[in-house]
């Protein structure tokens, strides 16, 4: 057994490594070296695979928020080591897509215009490329590097038509902060898409799924403030930020605690209820363990492991 598993076995000794890791996290960040493996989505996926992929996240995008195309400016939060997604919300109308990431994803250039060309085949794209596709070539496209979304929406000046993320939202340091910004951001009419994983991301595999919610504020906060783990913000906080925001919107959940397969988002009184109950279940295995704050919210979202949510402004 590899040193990185006998870790693995331990929670005492899986926290030790993390709070090493965010060190070195917050050494490389200071250091001006935002590159990073996480989010490179497509490292391991061939054209086809790669292709599925993205249609089947703008075709989420655009389920999720009932609309047929997006138009206008719209802002890509966390785009990974691809701008697939970007070259397609720019096919289906979008004038300008601004790619947002607080750090650079490892990146394979060749295989980028691979699938570039390929989707561009496909989806009669080849107009929104000045000369061969490739990321740099990619008409109405801002790639702000380096810019965390805390900050990006708060300062930028900007006004967005969609506002867009998928598993981002449980990496930022303040995600309803964040969302604040990204309100005023919004013009008039205006909608934000967030698909938000809840879960720990691997960081107790092998241990309960809830883990991370035992462990005290400090602790996490040391494990996660310079490498952008997991936060904790749960769905019953979106939920409060939702009804203050002063937007339309929704919340469906996507994943429940212990259990592996996704699930069509849906809220969670329409969710098949043995699912609800398993998930429920695992809860209340791990409900003693859990630290004050998590005690005290309900059985039902602690059990959410993943949302959507979907708010809209006012056209006034």
């Given at each position: 057994?590899?040193?990185?598993?006998?870790?693995?076995?331990?929670?005492?000794?899986?926290?030790?490594?993390?709070?090493?890791?965010?060190?070195?996290?917050?050494?490389?960040?200071?250091?001006?070296?935002?590159?990073?493996?996480?989010?490179?989505?497509?490292?391991e996926?061939?054209?086809?695979?790669?292709l599925?992929?993205?249609?089947?996240?703008?075709?989420?995008?655009?389920?999720?928020?009932?609309?047929?195309?997006?138009?206008?400016?719209?802002?890509?939060?966390?785009?990974?080591?691809?701008?697939?997604?970007?070259?397609?919300?720019?096919?289906?109308?979008?004038?300008?897509?601004?790619?947002?990431?607080?750090?650079?994803?490892?990146?394979?250039?060749?295989?980028q215009?691979?699938?570039?060309?390929?989707?561009?085949?496909?989806?009669?794209?080849?107009?929104?490329?000045?000369?061969?596709?490739?990321?740099?070539?990619?008409?109405?496209?801002?790639?702000?590097?380096?810019?965390?979304?805390?900050?990006?929406?708060r300062?930028?000046?900007?006004?967005?038509?969609?506002?867009?993320?998928?598993?981002v939202?449980?990496?930022?340091?303040?995600?309803?902060?964040?969302?604040?910004?990204?309100?005023a951001?919004?013009?008039?009419?205006?909608?934000?898409?967030?698909?938000?994983?809840?879960?720990?991301?691997?960081?107790?595999?092998?241990?309960?799924?809830?883990?991370?919610?035992?462990?005290?504020?400090?602790?996490?906060?040391?494990?996660?403030?310079?490498?952008?783990?997991?936060?904790?913000?749960?769905?019953?906080?979106?939920?409060?930020?939702?009804?203050?925001?002063?937007?339309?919107?929704?919340?469906?959940?996507?994943?429940?605690?212990?259990i592996?397969?996704?699930?069509?988002?849906?809220?969670?009184?329409?969710?098949?209820?043995?699912?609800?109950?398993?998930?429920?279940?695992?809860?209340?295995?791990?409900?003693?363990?859990?630290?004050?704050?998590?005690?005290?919210?309900?059985?039902?979202?602690?059990?959410?492991?993943?949302?959507?949510?979907?708010?809209?402004?006012?056209?006034?």
């Amino acid at each position: 057994m590899n040193m990185r598993a006998i870790i693995k076995r331990s929670v005492a000794l899986t926290c030790a490594y993390y709070l090493f890791d965010d060190w070195r996290a917050r050494r490389r960040l200071a250091n001006g070296r935002l590159e990073t493996s996480s989010g490179a989505r497509h490292a391991e996926l061939d054209i086809d695979a790669s292709l599925d992929y993205v249609e089947r996240v703008y075709g989420d995008y655009l389920a999720y928020g009932g609309v047929k195309h997006f138009s206008g400016s719209v802002a890509e939060i966390g785009p990974g080591d691809s701008f697939a997604v970007a070259l397609r919300c720019l096919g289906g109308g979008a004038k300008h897509v601004h790619a947002i990431d607080r750090w650079v994803s490892e990146r394979d250039a060749e295989a980028q215009r691979r699938i570039y060309s390929a989707l561009a085949e496909r989806n009669n794209l080849g107009h929104l490329f000045d000369g061969a596709p490739g990321e740099d070539t990619i008409r109405g496209l801002t790639y702000h590097a380096g810019q965390p979304a805390e900050t990006f929406f708060r300062t930028c000046g900007l006004s967005f038509d969609a506002i867009l993320s998928r598993a981002v939202m449980e990496h930022l340091y303040d995600p309803l902060a964040a969302l604040d910004d990204m309100a005023a951001c919004l013009a008039p009419g205006g909608i934000m898409i967030h698909r938000i994983d809840l879960r720990d991301h691997g960081m107790f595999a092998g241990h309960h799924p809830l883990t991370l919610l035992t462990l005290g504020d400090g602790l996490h906060r040391r494990m996660t403030r310079g490498a952008g783990r997991p936060n904790r913000v749960l769905i019953n906080a979106y939920r409060d930020w939702l009804t203050r925001s002063g937007l339309s919107g929704k919340l469906t959940v996507s994943r429940l605690a212990g259990i592996a397969e996704e699930i069509e988002p849906a809220p969670w009184a329409a969710l098949d209820k043995s699912a609800t109950s398993r998930a429920v279940a695992c809860v209340r295995a791990i409900r003693p363990r859990l630290t004050a704050q998590f005690k005290a919210m309900a059985d039902e979202d602690l059990a959410v492991a993943g949302l959507v949510l979907v708010a809209r402004k006012n056209n006034t």
